[in-house]
């Protein structure tokens, strides 16, 4: 697959999981392992998430448009991959203090992992990006 079809799925992913964590909090709740009934200022910080995942979404998505600088992708996708990488490490902090955690409470750290995954994946090698480190 070309790079440009790899961040077409990341920004797919993100905006899914963004609206989906502002419009269903519940929803993103239970699939994290969470048991209801969720307090207000637990709803308060799913919705922080999605609006983060929307606005990192739209923020890759406005990088692809043709008036863009090339290098623009590239600032884009090394601050996603910098999120994601903090997303993952909180969450091994997270789930070392219990004993036994379940697949449901991998399943934010897997989708962190995947989303550095697909920006590597998402990069190009261009000439602006090696021009400026020399």
Not at 73 to 92: A, N, T
Not at 107 to 129: C, H, M, Q
């Amino acid at each position: 697959m070309q790079p440009k079809q790899f961040r077409k799925i990341l920004v797919s992913g993100r905006a899914a999981v963004g609206w989906l964590a502002i419009l269903m909090p519940k929803v993103v709740a239970r699939a994290w392992g969470v048991t209801p009934p969720l307090s207000r200022e637990f709803r308060y910080t799913i919705r922080l998430f999605g609006i983060r995942n929307a606005l990192m979404s739209y923020q890759l998505y406005q990088a692809e448009r043709l008036d863009a600088d090339p290098e623009e992708i590239e600032e884009v996708l090394r601050q996603g991959i910098v999120v994601d990488v903090f997303d993952v490490l909180f969450g091994f902090g997270a789930s070392g203090k219990k004993s036994g955690t379940s697949f449901k409470a991998a399943i934010p750290v897997i989708t962190s992992l995947i989303g550095v995954l697909l920006a590597f994946l998402g990069r190009e090698t261009t000439d602006v990006s090696e021009g400026q480190n020399e």
